[in-house]
């Protein structure tokens, strides 16, 4: 059933364009990938449109408006985050390349024993970087990228989650290599016996775990491997599908579902060079005298704080030279402000408090001791 022309739809469909979802670092990104854009837009909407258009008639058993909700709202386009752009995490990146990087690259060298997880659970404090290590697993690895919450699946029509589910997955093969990633999975895949999950979001769990484990099943029950040619480009390839999932309470994930992620990473606070090196970023433009051993200190007195923390800390830092002035600010020139310094930092440490606290943490680790994957 190779008649209908293989369409290499995650280089085509992927234009550097930002769309709307999960994409709170958009501007960031924004700059850099202007820089790149050289096409029309407009030429790649239409013929993104037509591709999508392709796909979805070649889509058997799949609801139509369904599978166009998915691409509207799901499929990630652009918005590209690599590796260097994630500070520290090197164990979790290694063990990311190897999961999942790798396999999709090389799917010849990872069968058998060697089969690729079907799942990937990164648990850990909020702000630590997860969001953006899933996103730079679907660049290295050169796939698609379809991101989902548990809002982007919820639909008021009784019946349209469990469409909208089923068109996910199917998308995701047709596109494969595909990274499903689902932020706060924990929403979705509660514990069952939480009283407040009403029938919708059962129906949402139930339909998931039914189309992720007829992903597993189908690839490791066939041995259709011999009927494959290792050079297409994996039409419908069941085995370059993976879950990749967030969350900041792992604990509260039910059992089935835990269990489906074969592996669990542990996305621990910033170390201490992590920390630098952001401290280092965040103050690069700025007017600033703090020195070497300013920031090292910087850094030891930062211990606890995760990346979204450290972003805050040095927000409100920033604000130092500013508040000193009261009133007087409305008359000051501009270069008359004196730079940041390092007492601005230990003035804001007094208002910004790790956002984890030291029993959260602890809390993390039990878990990651008891559940998590080492390495
Ligand atoms: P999580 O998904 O773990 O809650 P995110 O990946 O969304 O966290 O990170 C939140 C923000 O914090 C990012 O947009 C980024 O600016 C910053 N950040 C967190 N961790 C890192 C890191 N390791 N390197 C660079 N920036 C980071």
Known sequence: SKMNRKIPAQKKI???KIEDVGTEDATEH???LNEQREEPEIDKKVLREILEDEIIDSLQGVDRQAAKQIFAEIVVHGDEVHWDDIAGLESAKYSLKEAVVYPFLRPDLFRGLREPVRGMLLFGPPGTGKTMLARAVATESHSTFFSISASSLTSKYLGESEKLVRALFAIAKKLSPSIIFVDEIDSIMGSRNNENENESSRRIKNEFLV????LSSAAAGSNKSN???SDT????????????AATNLPWSIDEAARRRFVRRQYIPLPEDQTRHVQFKKLLSHQKHTLTESDFDELVKITEGYSGSDITSLAKDAAMGPLRDLGDKLLETEREMIRPIGLVDFKNSLEYIKPSVSQDGLVKYEKWASQFGSSG
């Open 14 to 16: 992927g234009s550097p």
């Open 30 to 32: 924004a700059t850099s």
């Open 211 to 214: 189309q992720w484990s007829s």
């Open 227 to 229: 009927t494959n040619n």
């Open 233 to 244: 480009n994996g039409d419908e390839d069941d085995t370059r599908v993976l879950v990749l």
